[in-house]
């Protein structure tokens, strides 16, 4: 059982690490996205919608509201649910919270 | 003890902080839901209030933590249809796993996990399923618990525009810790989904290692047609215990997947079952007796995520007939699990 708690904190301990490490480049990633083409999102938004319908509306409707800091969670968890490739991730993200 | 917890809780504390500083946020989410189901059967009558929580909580791009419990009540007349009414209450974990993403091809998980064979046991918690009782065949490649201790891969193998093809693997060790139950285990599942016909079709295989080795085979099948809002899902299982089917459709009273009207919102269902019993294994929860059975059902979705179920279904089988009454409710529910409003 002891074993099984270090090991848990070691990965808990080590995820840590890892994002610390990885924050700067997310912010650049960021400041790519915000200079993203308006027409370029509405049709990423629009191939967001037309993937949720044909990966996750298979199970569910769409949720009624969802609020931009939730959606990151969901579509994780989604992604490993459902088997969604990261560039659905990506673009259900954008249908989701635009 | 507790100061290992403690020391636990405030390293995930501190985790979620960090991380809720990139963008978009790494927030964990509290999701799940809320139900309360009634159920009449041969004349029994039970009540079962459940709370199903859900926390995921990602860090970073590549690493994610997901946990459900289940909270259930069971109350019924103590001596199945007379008599004063009682209740007991259930808890069980469901799953508490540490997912790698790392590739579109590749998630790795190790922890506790919904045994991946055929695919009611993943894909159709309590919100999601249209009818209120598990089908016949659930246990065939799941048991002892539907959940399973150890490690899996998963993923698309191939993935083109036209066709995907998915795949999971997994082992699980023997597991008799009260509501931790798993068996010693290993198998997989395959499929190939057709996304513009809305159809996947696949099969799954389990070998169970203990109480004298024996495999678990089932195939499935899933067909949402793009234009109609209907749902077909099917499963075929066999084991040594037995096998069987389950067929379900499920058609939404609209126009097209997109039209959104109080009409649309109404959903009826209909499921046909066949069971045939072959030699008895433990555990395996299996009817006694051939069964033949058929449910029809009413969804209604109302607005704020709850929904609203009503089924009746008539079962044939040689330990007896019997009418079966459905009826539940059920909210589903998401918000941040950590400070700073939605």
Known sequence: MKGLVITVLGILVFVCSLKV???????AQGT????????????????????????????????????????????QHMRVRAMLSAEDERLILKYLAP | MNRVLLLALGLFCAASELCAQSDPPDVPILSGALAFQGSTTAGATSFQPIIVPVL???????????????????????????????????????????????????????GRFLT????????????????????????????????????????????????????????????????????RSAGGRTGVFLPKAGLEVGVSYQRF??????????AYLA???????LDVRGEYAHSPGGQ????????????????????????????????????PTPEDALPSADVNQFDFGLNYYLPHEIRLNGSYGRQYSSAGNANIWNFEIVYRFLFPAWPGGR
Not at chain 1, 21 to 27: E, G, K, M, V
Not at chain 1, 33 to 44: F, H, M, S, T, W
Not at chain 1, 60 to 71: A, F, L, Q, T
Not at chain 2, 61 to 77: K, P, Q, T, Y
């Open chain 2, 223 to 229: 067909w949402q047609p793009p234009q109609i809002p």
């Open chain 1, 21 to 27: 490490l990885a924050l700067p480049q997310t912010s």
């Open chain 2, 56 to 110: 995921v909580a990602p860090f970073g791009d590549h690493w994610l933590v997901e946990s459900r419990g289940e909270i259930e009540g069971f109350i019924a007349r103590q001596d199945g249809t007379s008599g004063p009414y009682s209740g007991q209450f259930f808890a069980s974990l469901d799953y508490l796993q540490l997912d790698y993403i790392a590739n579109p091809h590749l998630t790795v998980t190790v």
């Open chain 2, 209 to 218: 290692l203990q109480n004298g080795d024996f495999n678990s085979s089932g």
């Open chain 2, 244 to 279: 069987g089917y389950w067929l379900e459709g499920a058609y939404r009273l609209a126009s097209s997947r997109s039209t959104t009207n109080w009409l649309s919102r109404l959903q009826a269902v209909a499921r046909v079952q066949q069971y045939f019993k072959r030699q």
């Open chain 2, 116 to 183: 991946p064979f055929n695919i009611y046991n993943e894909r159709f918690p309590l919100w999601v399923a249209n009818l209120e009782d598990t089908p016949i065949i659930y246990t065939i490649g799941t048991r002892p618990s539907g959940s399973s201790n150890g490690g899996m891969v998963r993923g698309d193998a191939i993935a083109r525009p036209g066709w995907i093809w998915n795949y999971t693997a997994y082992f699980s060790v023997l597991t008799t810790t009260e509501n931790l139950q798993s068996g």
């Open chain 1, 32 to 75: 790519k996205a915000a200079k993203a083409v308006p027409e370029k999102k509405i049709d990423e938004a629009k191939e967001g919608e037309r993937r949720f319908q044909e990966n996750c509306g298979r199970c569910h409707n769409p949720p009624e509201s969802i609020s931009p800091r939730e959606v990151k969670a969901v579509l």
